[in-house]
């Protein structure tokens, strides 16, 4: 049977796989190119919308600027070569009429095949579009697709033959406004014409992906049914197996349960005795407890063996764990209470002290407020006078710039003759100077031309010395080298002479330089003596200033000190004034909380001796537990039974209810164990949650 279920499914497996693979993949397709249509949707949009404004323009600035009126032939002629029809731009057109027309007409046509018209304006989603366009693929062939690139094609040649007419009248008008819209308008027609036919080859191609989708749905659909009348002849044969099986089944079956039970009985009343002995003992422990007077002390027999033995072991064992839980927990109730005792006096105490500290506060808060009010008043009068201080200030300090700016455009006449005298003596300086390079420098070609008849001497030596070794061929070459030799001889004297006439020169000039040097010196001295005069009168009439407008700006620093110090003290009044009424805040906000705490602690403690009256109500032995006296809990329990908390609540809302006006109530609930994940009891007050 196994085999069989697990053939049928690798059959359906092999038969249905594939189909779901191509749905799938068609499915993939179409939503890339739903998403691609979405995408170009708005973008047609706007590009028909700026080709409409560009239009627009273009129409405006042509008439303008040909000065074209309505019912005018121009302009009737203009209207219908703009608007691509003989008819005009009112008339219904064909494809070879109105231009802009057949254009947006595309453009809706388009938009009623992929958009869902069923629902109201502005309610389409996401989902709907992608349905109703499921729809119009089923209904919808891929000729209408091509059809409308078709038309899409005649509008664009017809464009292009409008544009060329609207050229002429372009050209004509020779505006550069004008030629800039019909550009405009050129481009924005060719953009609208690219992204319209973009979208409906992408529709085009969606649609067909919808017939794949539609095909591939059918052929799974077929297959579906196919393997449901598979699977339910199958199921039918495989019924009819399992019915003769078990009636065969049954048959066995009622056979054994009769000799079973047979069995069962007699086994199941020795069982029985052995079993309800203990557990009745067990029982009567249990409802002596649960019933009784709370006896936690009593014990179980452990004589038995096997698992009541055991059971009776770890029941044992419960009760003791339960009596050392019981005291614990009447020994915290006893902490809990002296504490809640301590708080509630705590909170008496701190309750009167922020009374006080309140009176003091608002006491406090009307004394700065009465300073921060004469500090003020202060801190204006003496912004006043150093205001009129800073006044006679400036005054002072623009009489002396006056003043100092006479002596020093004087002093700068001065410098500016003198400095003139100096750059003429600089000038004749630097000519001689330059005289004085020059001569040196002709003394070292001198020098060098000395150099250069010393040597051509040594070469004619030398030249004679070899045409006398040459005997009668070097004559000649003798007679040479004697005229070289006097050539030589003729420089090196006129050489001399030159240098002597250049040192003579250079004598000259440097007796001018001394001269000039001389004069300048005299110049200096000269100027220095009237700078000097000049300086002394500067410094004699800048120091009597200055001491008379240190003194005032003496008087101005102290005005400003004392400015300063007024608004100091005025903003640290008002610190501290800011400071008084958070601290009352606080001191309220405190008062409310002491309140509150003193409720949580009267709760607190009323619930405590609750629980310890509850808790008196189990008989433990502490013997059991930890060797302590037996009649310590009882003692304990009774205290807290017998004792009642005594707060003052009265007194506690007579010094509490003058700072708050408003009384949050604080709930106390029993502690409930917080669930750390583990299998340990949570005992420790660090695993509770006393609050909410």
């Given at each position: 049977?196994?085999?069989?279920?697990?053939a049928?499914?690798k059959?359906?497996?092999e038969?249905i796989?594939p189909?779901?693979?191509?749905?799938a993949?068609?499915?993939?397709?179409l939503s890339?190119?739903?998403?691609?249509?979405?995408?170009?949707?708005p973008?047609?949009?706007?590009?028909?919308?700026?080709?409409k404004?560009?239009?627009?323009?273009?129409?405006?600035?042509?008439?303008k600027k040909?000065g074209?009126?309505?019912g005018?032939?121009?302009y009737?002629?203009f209207?219908?070569?703009?608007?691509?029809?003989?008819?005009?731009?009112?008339q219904?057109?064909?494809l070879?009429?109105?231009?802009?027309?057949?254009?947006e007409k595309?453009?809706?046509e388009?938009?009623?095949?992929l958009v869902?018209?069923?629902?109201?304006?502005?309610?389409q989603?996401?989902a709907?579009?992608?349905?109703m366009?499921l729809v119009a693929?089923s209904?919808?062939g891929?000729?209408?697709?091509?059809?409308k690139?078709?038309?899409?094609?005649?509008?664009?040649?017809?464009s292009?033959?409008?544009?060329?007419?609207?050229?002429?009248?372009?050209?004509?008008v020779?505006?550069a406004?004008v030629?800039?819209?019909?550009?405009?308008?050129e481009?924005a027609?060719?953009?609208?014409?690219?992204i319209?036919?973009?979208q409906i080859?992408a529709?085009?191609?969606?649609q067909?992906?919808?017939?794949q989708?539609?095909?591939?749905?059918?052929s799974?659909?077929?297959?579906?049914?196919?393997?449901?009348r598979?699977?339910?002849a199958?199921?039918?044969r495989?019924?009819?197996?399992?019915?003769?099986d078990g009636?065969?089944f049954?048959?066995?079956?009622?056979?054994?349960?009769?000799?079973g039970?047979?069995i069962?009985?007699i086994?199941?009343?020795f069982?029985?005795?052995?079993?309800?002995?203990?557990v009745?003992?067990?029982?009567?422990?249990?409802?002596?407890?649960?019933?009784g007077?709370?006896d936690?002390?009593k014990?179980?027999?452990?004589?038995?063996?096997?698992e009541?033995?055991?059971?009776?072991?770890?029941f044992?064992?419960?009760?003791?764990r339960l009596s050392g839980l019981?005291?614990?927990i009447?020994?915290f109730?006893n902490n809990?209470?002296?504490?809640?005792k301590?708080?509630?006096?705590?909170?008496?105490?701190?309750?009167?002290?922020?009374?006080?500290?309140?009176?003091a506060l608002?006491?406090?808060?009307?004394?700065?407020e009465?300073m921060?009010s004469?500090?003020?008043?202060s801190a204006?009068?003496?912004?006043?006078?150093?205001e009129r201080t800073?006044?006679t200030?400036d005054?002072?300090?623009?009489?002396?710039?006056?003043l100092?700016?006479?002596?020093?455009?004087?002093?700068?006449?001065?410098?500016?003759?003198?400095?003139?005298?100096?750059?003429?003596?600089?000038?004749v300086?630097?000519?001689?100077?330059?005289?004085s390079?020059?001569?040196?420098?002709?003394?070292?070609i001198i020098t060098?031309?000395n150099?250069?008849?010393?040597q051509?001497?040594?070469?004619?030596?030398?030249?004679s010395i070899?045409?006398a070794?040459a005997?009668?061929?070097g004559?000649?070459?003798?007679?040479v080298?004697t005229?070289?030799?006097?050539?030589?001889?003729r420089?090196?004297?006129?050489s001399?002479e030159?240098?002597?006439?250049?040192?003579t020169?250079?004598?000259?000039?440097?007796?001018?330089q001394?001269?000039?040097k001389?004069?300048?010196?005299s110049?200096e001295?000269?100027?220095l003596?009237?700078?000097?005069?000049?300086?002394?009168?500067?410094?004699?009439?800048?120091?009597?200033?200055?001491?008379?407008?240190?003194?005032f700006?003496?008087?101005?620093?102290?005005?400003?000190?004392?400015?300063?110090?007024?608004?100091?003290?005025?903003k640290?009044?008002s610190?501290?004034n800011?400071?008084?009424?958070?601290?009352e805040?606080l001191t309220?906000?405190?008062a409310?909380?002491?309140e509150?705490?003193?409720a949580?602690?009267?709760?607190?403690?009323?619930?405590?001796?609750?629980?310890?009256?509850?808790?008196?109500?189990?008989?433990v032995?502490?013997?059991?537990?930890?060797?302590?006296?037996?009649g310590?809990s009882?003692?304990?329990?009774?205290?807290?039974?017998g004792?009642?908390?005594?707060?003052?609540?009265?007194?506690?809302?007579f010094y509490?209810?003058?700072l708050i006006e408003?009384?949050?109530k604080?709930e106390?609930?029993?502690?409930?164990?917080?669930?750390?994940?583990?299998n340990e009891?949570?005992?420790?007050?660090?695993?509770?949650?006393p609050?909410?």
């Amino acid at each position: 049977m196994t085999g069989e279920l697990e053939a049928m499914e690798k059959r359906i497996q092999e038969s249905i796989r594939p189909i779901i693979n191509e749905i799938a993949d068609t499915a993939i397709l179409l939503s890339e190119r739903e998403n691609r249509l979405d995408e170009v949707r708005p973008l047609l949009v706007d590009a028909y919308a700026e080709l409409k404004s560009v239009r627009k323009r273009l129409m405006f600035l042509y008439r303008k600027k040909a000065g074209l009126v309505t019912g005018m032939p121009e302009y009737n002629d203009f209207v219908n070569t703009f608007m691509g029809g003989e008819q005009g731009h009112d008339q219904e057109a064909t494809l070879d009429g109105n231009l802009f027309y057949q254009l947006e007409k595309t453009i809706g046509e388009l938009a009623d095949l992929l958009v869902d018209t069923s629902g109201e304006p502005g309610q389409q989603t996401q989902a709907g579009a992608r349905k109703m366009f499921l729809v119009a693929a089923s209904n919808i062939g891929l000729a209408s697709f091509d059809r409308k690139i078709d038309e899409l094609q005649s509008i664009g040649d017809r464009s292009e033959e409008i544009t060329d007419k609207l050229s002429k009248y372009v050209q004509a008008v020779d505006n550069a406004q004008v030629s800039t819209a019909f550009t405009l308008l050129e481009e924005a027609i060719a953009q609208v014409l690219t992204i319209t036919e973009g979208q409906i080859v992408a529709s085009r191609d969606s649609q067909r992906l919808s017939t794949q989708f539609s095909d591939a749905n059918n052929s799974l659909g077929k297959s579906v049914q196919e393997l449901s009348r598979t699977i339910e002849a199958e199921r039918q044969r495989v019924s009819d197996g399992i019915l003769a099986d078990g009636q065969n089944f049954l048959t066995i079956l009622i056979a054994i349960a009769l000799v079973g039970a047979l069995i069962s009985l007699i086994v199941g009343f020795f069982v029985k005795q052995s079993i309800t002995r203990p557990v009745n003992s067990l029982v009567e422990v249990a409802q002596d407890i649960a019933q009784g007077e709370g006896d936690l002390t009593k014990r179980l027999s452990t004589s038995e063996t096997g698992e009541l033995g055991e059971l009776s072991s770890w029941f044992n064992s419960f009760l003791t764990r339960l009596s050392g839980l019981i005291i614990e927990i009447k020994d915290f109730a006893n902490n809990i209470e002296h504490a809640s005792k301590e708080i509630a006096s705590g909170n008496k105490d701190l309750s009167e002290r922020t009374y006080r500290q309140s009176a003091a506060l608002q006491e406090t808060a009307s004394s700065m407020e009465q300073m921060n009010s004469i500090i003020q008043n202060s801190a204006e009068d003496a912004r006043k006078a150093y205001e009129r201080t800073q006044e006679t200030q400036d005054s002072v300090a623009a009489n002396r710039q006056k003043l100092l700016d006479v002596v020093t455009e004087t002093i700068q006449t001065n410098k500016e003759m003198l400095n003139s005298a100096q750059e003429t003596n600089a000038r004749v300086v630097k000519g001689m100077a330059d005289i004085s390079d020059n001569s040196e420098k002709m003394a070292g070609i001198i020098t060098l031309m000395n150099d250069i008849a010393f040597q051509t001497n040594l070469l004619a030596l030398n030249a004679s010395i070899e045409a006398a070794r040459a005997g009668e061929h070097g004559k000649g070459f003798a007679v040479v080298a004697t005229e070289v030799r006097k050539l030589a001889s003729r420089s090196s004297k006129a050489s001399t002479e030159i240098g002597g006439l250049i040192e003579t020169n250079l004598a000259s000039v440097t007796a001018g330089q001394d001269l000039v040097k001389d004069g300048e010196q005299s110049l200096e001295q000269r100027r220095l003596k009237v700078e000097n005069m000049l300086g002394s009168l500067q410094e004699s009439s800048n120091m009597n200033l200055t001491h008379i407008q240190q003194a005032f700006g003496e008087l101005a620093e102290l005005m400003e000190n004392v400015k300063t110090a007024s608004e100091e003290q005025a903003k640290g009044v008002s610190e501290v004034n800011q400071a008084l009424a958070d601290m009352e805040r606080l001191t309220q906000d405190n008062a409310t909380l002491v309140e509150e705490n003193s409720a949580a602690s009267s709760s607190m403690a009323t619930d405590t001796a609750n629980l310890a009256r509850l808790l008196a109500a189990f008989h433990v032995d502490r013997h059991d537990t930890d060797g302590s006296d037996a009649g310590a809990s009882s003692a304990t329990a009774t205290a807290l039974v017998g004792d009642e908390v005594n707060v003052d609540e009265e007194e506690l809302r007579f010094y509490s209810q003058p700072l708050i006006e408003e009384h949050t109530k604080f709930e106390y609930l029993p502690a409930k164990p917080v669930d750390n994940g583990s299998n340990e009891s949570a005992t420790d007050t660090e695993k509770e949650e006393p609050f909410r």
